[in-house]
């Protein structure tokens, strides 16, 4: 089992900056594909961002494509996502995910077996 735990959220004014963590455990992060996903109330729960298991090939969605970068750091199994620029549309709960077949390139939420339990960002104008 993998187990993923967010941090990094918080306030910021617009067109500010902000990167979030994902701590993993129970696997290597560096044999799983990785995602971020967020949900603002009563919205759905959308894509943002994915890399791939190997490689280091990363997907975006278009709302946030130029402004926000997905990493990871294999040595200390976290994945990161750089926000710069953000909006107050930005404003959500931040999930990172992992899929169940560790090749899976995790764009929708279909794809997710294993979600964090989310940390709150809120972008102010």
């Known amino acids: 089992q993998m187990r993923l735990v967010e941090s990094g959220g918080g306030l910021v004014l617009a067109g500010g900056p902000l990167r979030l963590s994902c701590a993993a455990s129970g696997r290597n992060l560096r044999n799983y594909a990785m995602g971020w996903f967020r949900q603002a109330p009563g919205k759905e729960r959308e894509f943002v961002a994915a890399?791939?298991?190997?490689?280091?090939?990363?997907y975006y969605a278009d709302s946030v494509k130029g402004r926000f970068t997905i990493s990871r750091d294999n040595a200390k199994n976290t994945l990161y996502l750089q926000m710069n620029s953000l909006k107050p549309e930005d404003t959500a709960v931040y999930y990172c995910?992992?899929?169940?077949?560790?090749?899976?390139?995790?764009?929708?939420?279909?794809?997710?077996?294993?979600w964090g339990q989310g940390t709150q960002v809120t972008v102010s104008s």
């Open positions: 890399i791939r298991w190997s490689g280091e090939f990363t």
């Open positions: 995910a992992a899929p169940e077949f560790h090749y899976t390139v995790v764009t929708g939420t279909q794809d997710v077996r294993y």
